[in-house]
């Protein structure tokens, strides 16, 4: 073929790919590269492109014309369709050839049609010289996601049909238009229209309808009756300030959140300039669920004894069951249950602090591990720390041995509701964990100086902390000093990455997944906890302030230059794997039982496992950028 004549044939496949996406934004020396390797090929009515008995694909097809079928293979339909057909501008196999596994679909030309190829090294090479390709071949996993979650809501279509979900916006779940007075109205006159609407609270607001406040019925007898206030004075000196409020955007989960973590049970309902729309009441979010978010939180606030919170730990598990049925997100899972277990941590130190003499002890309880990263699922145990100021060295023995003293009921009581005693001893009643201030900065400080095994293995569950329970700023000093240390000690963070790569994704060559002895795939220890080691490094050469494996991710990346669509990806694969431990935890009794981070791949759909394998490849290239960045 002529020169001449193949510059022909390379314009025409760049004018025709310059048609559709992701080609039309893909880098001019990108485009070229596909343009002048894509060969036509043509593939008669009825004939079989690609299928699974082909092994790992060779070549990567564009539709040029005609109509090209992917048809599910094997009898179970994963998927709201059995057949997808796919025309001009459209791809495919995009997962197979990225994972180098056997494609999932047959692709059968159900038309005499024609296909761009190119072979699977020039398709990765394009990935790796175009980011809007790569970007293309990857952003995908957040649409199998959302396949995934409606495929889980479809097994209770029948309770779905009945009541809204948790995913509903709480701007449907407005009855009525928004009752409100300003500040100065005379609080009788508020009570008394409240009295006449059956109203559980008065919305106060400022001349633009803005929220400025809120009275609720529970105020009136500790503000009102009690206090002996005089009702001809205004609203606005009895008001509780700076309501809670959401857009009406927000969803139920996220009010029922709000209330779980705030212990409150109106949540104001704004528009896009924080005009007051409508109030949401706990009593709107009952019907979207079977267990009451207001009997577990009330259950928790009112416990008498650790009966009483044995119950609320039920419940919690209950209302997280529920949730997930109804396809609410990995991630605001964890949260949910982190705040509504947060509730019932500080609801056991406080009945014990009834039962202890800590009186004048200035000190904080701290949570570690998943804890410590609003990360908990079903399936936990402790791990939970102290630290305190003593400004008398004469009183610092005696004073820790009340803390721990302290911390031994509490850890006992956390127990008898399902949080098992953590079989490392790391625990507040463990002398070598109920610290000063000082003394916990001196421990952090050594581990990053002499970074053995043992002391990369302390920083990888002692940095994950936070305050659950008394002065918060302990916590905040202590991030403070060790992001300050960490950040400028390169030879520990070089470490830390070469601890965090002893354990790869586990990938197989040849079959999909590589399975322990046992068949099955640890999701926490070979899964979550690559993302989790990733995002730690990170926080800490970058000096991120949160706990969070996803805020780590987020916040590093915009500073690291990773682009929003990738760190997306990248918290989708581990999103992903903490729902499957949460879906499989279900089946489990008790806390932490043996077992209930594993999966057997061949137990899930091949939707769930496509993504699963997607999940882990995010894992692999996380990975990858710090053995890069490290020279590991």
Not at 132 to 150: D, E, G, K, N, P
Not at 256 to 272: F, S
Not at 483 to 498: D, E, S
Not at 505 to 534: N, Q, Y
């Amino acid at each position: 073929m002529s020169n001449d004549a193949a510059n022909l044939l390379v314009g025409a496949s760049t004018d025709f790919l310059r048609n559709f996406s992701p080609f039309n934004r893909m880098e001019a020396e990108a485009l070229a590269f596909l343009a002048e390797r894509a060969v036509l090929g043509f593939h008669p009515r009825g004939a079989d492109i690609l299928t699974p008995e082909a092994g790992v694909p060779t070549h990567f097809y564009i539709v040029q014309r005609g109509k090209i079928q992917a048809r599910q293979s094997g009898q179970t339909t994963v998927t709201e369709y059995t057949s997808l057909t796919l025309g001009p501008g459209e791809c495919f196999p995009i997962g197979a050839i990225s994972a180098r596994r056997p494609s999932t679909n047959a692709y059968v030309a159900v038309e005499d049609s024609f296909c761009f190829q190119i072979s699977a090294d020039d398709f990765l090479h394009l990935m790796q010289i175009s980011p809007v390709f790569h970007l293309f071949c990857t952003q995908y996993i957040a649409s199998l996601l959302t396949q995934s979650r409606q495929q889980l809501q479809s097994t209770f279509a029948q309770r779905a049909a009945e009541q809204q979900t948790m995913t509903t916006a709480l701007g449907k779940l407005i009855k009525q238009d928004p009752v409100f007075v300003t500040a100065g109205t005379p609080t009788r006159n508020a009570l008394e229209r409240m009295a006449e609407l059956h109203l559980g609270c008065m919305v106060v607001v400022d001349d633009g309808r803005h929220p400025v406040g809120i009275l609720t019925q529970s105020d009136l007898l500790p503000r009102v009756i009690l206090a002996g206030f005089d009702l001809s004075r205004p609203i606005g000196e009895l008001m509780t300030a700076n309501p809670h409020q959401l857009p009406a955007s927000a969803s139920a989960y996220d009010a029922a959140l709000e209330m779980a973590t705030h212990g409150v049970r109106h949540l104001l309902v704004v528009d896009a300039d924080s005009v007051l729309l409508g109030v949401v009441s706990e009593r709107d979010l009952f019907s979207l669920q079977r267990i009451s978010l207001r009997q577990i939180r009330a259950g928790i606030d009112n416990a008498a004894d650790i009966e009483a919170l044995q119950r609320a730990s039920k419940d919690i598990r209950q209302l997280a069951l529920n949730l997930i049925a109804q396809g609410i997100g990995a991630e605001q899972l964890t949260q949910f249950i982190s705040a509504l277990n947060d509730a019932l941590t500080r609801r056991i130190i406080t009945l014990a602090r009834e039962r202890h003499d800590l009186v004048g002890i200035d000190f904080a309880w701290f949570a570690f591990g998943s804890e410590g990263r609003h990360e908990q699922t079903l399936s936990t145990d402790q791990d939970n720390g102290i630290i305190f100021r003593c400004a008398d060295a004469t009183r610092l023995k005696g004073t820790r041995q009340r803390l721990i003293d302290f911390a031994h009921k509490v850890n006992e009581d956390l127990a008898a509701c399902g949080f098992p005693l953590c079989k490392g001893n790391i625990m507040a009643s463990n002398p070598e964990l109920c610290l000063t201030h000082d003394e916990w900065k001196s421990r952090f400080g050594d581990w990053i100086r002499e970074p053995d095994p043992q002391a990369l293995l302390n920083a990888s569950i002692f940095f994950d902390f936070r305050v659950l329970y008394g002065n918060e700023r302990f916590g905040d000093q202590l991030r403070s000093a060790l992001n300050r240390a960490a950040k400028g000690n390169t030879a520990f963070l070089r470490m830390m990455a070469a601890n965090a790569l002893q354990v790869a994704p586990p990938l197989g060559r040849i079959r999909d997944f590589v399975l322990e002895e046992d068949g099955t795939i640890d999701l926490k220890k070979s899964g979550a906890r690559l993302f989790v080691d990733v995002a730690r490094i990170f926080a800490l050469r970058i000096g991120v302030e949160s706990s969070s494996t996803v805020q780590r991710l987020r916040q590093a990346s915009a500073k690291m230059g990773i682009s929003p669509e990738e760190v997306s990806a990248i918290v989708d694969g581990f999103n992903f794997i903490q729902l499957l431990r949460l879906r499989s935890q279900h089946l489990e009794i008790e806390h932490d039982a043996d077992g209930d981070n594993r999966i057997n791949p061949e137990s899930l759909n091949e939707l769930d496992r496509r993504i699963l394998k997607e999940a882990f490849r995010q894992a692999r290239k996380l990975q990858l950028r710090l053995k890069l960045d490290y020279q590991l």
